[in-house]
């Protein structure tokens, strides 16, 4: 019962925000075309803690617990990305996230296993990504992971540690293939 009390009381004081979030987004999430793009920016404009300037949210795209979601200028999001909020993600200046990203920025506690993994909570880490940045498709990037501006992170890479700035990386785990600059 304690663990309940603590995951409820983390959320109390967003609730409202998440009941909004859940609703406009429920609504907006499938719209198509221009109208659909332009009335996703509108309900993002309201809801992420902070949009800089224009944000490019294709259809199917899920965001959650806004709140924690901060944009730079001219981010664009493809379909099928997940950007869970709750740790806190930074999003720079021209990112580009391609189509069914993942980024985490909260994981399960799950160490004591005396205790039912699905009480333990989560913990909670930001994700920051630098500017000009460029994510490629289904891509997982997990809590904690600091990504530096100009970096490249092929498709279908797991990143679970920090990318220096102008590096390309792939793989699970990610791992530097390439650099854009010398």
């Known amino acids: 019962m304690e663990n309940f009390k603590n995951f409820?009381?983390?959320?109390?004081?967003?609730?409202?925000?998440?009941?909004?979030?859940?609703?406009?987004?429920?609504?907006?999430?499938?719209?198509?075309?221009?109208l659909g793009m332009t009335?996703?920016?509108l309900v993002y404009k309201l809801l992420l803690k902070k949009?800089?300037?224009?944000?490019?949210?294709?259809?199917?795209?899920?965001?959650?617990?806004?709140y924690?979601?901060?944009?730079?200028?001219?981010?664009s999001i493809n379909s099928g990305a997940v950007l869970d909020g709750r740790g806190g993600i930074t999003i720079g200046d021209y990112v580009m996230i391609g189509p069914n990203v993942c980024i985490a920025s909260s994981n399960h506690q799950y160490k004591n296993t005396d205790i039912p993994m699905a009480?333990?909570?989560h913990q909670m880490k930001s994700v920051d990504i630098g500017?000009?940045?460029?994510?490629?498709?289904?891509?997982?990037?997990?809590?904690?992971?600091k990504i530096g501006g100009g970096a490249v992170i092929a498709a279908g890479a797991v990143v679970v540690k920090d990318v220096k700035a102008y590096s390309i990386v792939g793989g699970v785990?990610?791992?530097?293939?390439?650099?854009?600059k010398d």
């Open 8 to 34: 409820s009381h983390q959320y109390k004081k967003h609730i409202l925000h998440l009941v909004i979030e859940e609703y406009l987004g429920w609504i907006s999430r499938s719209l198509p075309g221009m």
């Open 39 to 41: 009335i996703r920016f």
């Open 51 to 66: 949009l800089d300037s224009f944000i490019l949210v294709y259809p199917g795209v899920y965001l959650t617990h806004t």
């Open 68 to 75: 924690g979601i901060s944009c730079g200028m001219n981010v």
């Open 119 to 121: 009480l333990q909570g």
């Open 131 to 145: 500017n000009d940045v460029w994510i490629g498709a289904n891509v997982t990037i997990l809590a904690g992971v």
């Open 173 to 180: 785990p990610a791992s530097i293939i390439g650099k854009r």
